[in-house]
């Protein structure tokens, strides 16, 4: 959809750790719509390229819908002015098998998507293992991807 509707997408990911991006560029014609990538796995990455405030990510923590929204809005927002993308993604999460607590259990994935039309943020709670998280996190993000191009 992203090829054939010429429209261009970037990522921000933590949990995922670039899975998403690479997952696109498995794709042929993928070079005429992946803008840029970023890995934003620790907490100043996320402010420095995402725009996420200090002070949401000290009243929510990385893993949260707040920091997802603002990874997506803030890297949407940033490429628009810069460059014109039309899709931004963002993920973030705890993959395990440690980090997690009980108000942020282990599985606990954030999936933003931002286009014209604002940003979305599914929460998602997944089990399996580290490597299953990281996987249907994934394709949580492609598929948000993939309904933001076919909205256009």
């Given at each position: 959809a992203l090829v054939a509707r010429r429209l261009t997408v970037s990522t921000a990911e933590s949990c995922t750790g670039g899975m998403v991006a690479a997952s696109l560029v498995d794709y042929p014609g993928i070079s005429e719509c992946l803008y840029e990538a970023h890995v934003t796995y620790a907490n100043e990455a996320k402010v420095k390229y995402c725009g996420v405030k200090p002070e949401t990510l000290a009243a929510f923590g990385a893993v949260s819908e707040q920091t997802a929204f603002e990874m997506a809005s803030g890297l949407n927002r940033w490429l628009r002015e810069r460059s014109g993308a039309d899709i931004a993604v963002a993920t973030t999460g705890i993959a395990g098998p440690g980090g997690g607590t009980k108000e942020k259990p282990v599985g606990l994935v954030y999936v933003a998507c931002a286009d014209r039309h604002g940003v979305t943020v599914?929460?998602?709670?997944?089990?399996?293992?580290?490597?299953?998280?990281?996987?249907?996190?994934?394709?949580?993000?492609?598929?948000?991807?993939?309904?933001?191009?076919?909205?256009?």
């Open positions: 599914e929460r998602l709670q997944l089990g399996g293992g580290r490597a299953r998280v990281r996987r249907l996190a994934t394709l949580k993000a492609l598929d948000m991807v993939r309904r933001a191009a076919i909205r256009g």
